[in-house]
């Protein structure tokens, strides 16, 4: 088990920044890859990024490249997302997923086993 906990969603002006956070507890955090998704309402959860054990992989939507920027300290077991140029198509409740580092890294959210509760993000035009 690798209980997930995310923070740091908003109410932010379009163009603004947050910063999302997703603390993990447990021993083996290191061996997880983990991603963030997001879900707006009456859509479909997507893939937004994810970020290998190592950190040395990162893959990003389209929707979201050089806005976002995913990133993890091994040593805090968290991973954080970096959200910048904020636009109102963003509004969504983000959340962090773990999936084992023994498989690749995935964009498909059937592939993690692990989810977090979920943090709203709510960006105003």
């Known amino acids: 088990q690798v209980p997930l906990v995310e923070s740091g969603g908003g109410l932010v002006q379009a163009g603004g920044s947050l910063r999302l956070s997703c603390a993990a507890s447990?021993?083996?955090?290191?061996?997880?890859?983990m991603a963030w998704f997001r879900q707006a309402p009456g859509k479909d959860r997507e893939f937004v990024a994810h970020?290998?054990?190592?950190?040395?992989?990162?893959v990003y939507a389209d929707s979201v490249k050089g806005r976002f920027t995913i990133s993890r300290d091994n040593a805090k077991k968290t991973t954080y997302l970096q959200m910048n140029s904020l636009k109102p198509e963003d509004t969504a409740v983000y959340y962090c997923?773990?999936?084992?580092?023994?498989?690749?890294?995935?964009?498909?959210?059937?592939?993690?086993?692990?989810w977090g509760q979920g943090t709203q993000v709510t960006v105003s035009s």
């Open positions: 447990g021993r083996s955090f290191i061996i997880y890859h």
């Open positions: 997923a773990a999936r084992s580092a023994l498989a690749p890294g995935s964009q498909s959210r059937e592939n993690y086993n692990y």
């Open positions: 970020i290998s054990w190592s950190g040395s992989t990162t």
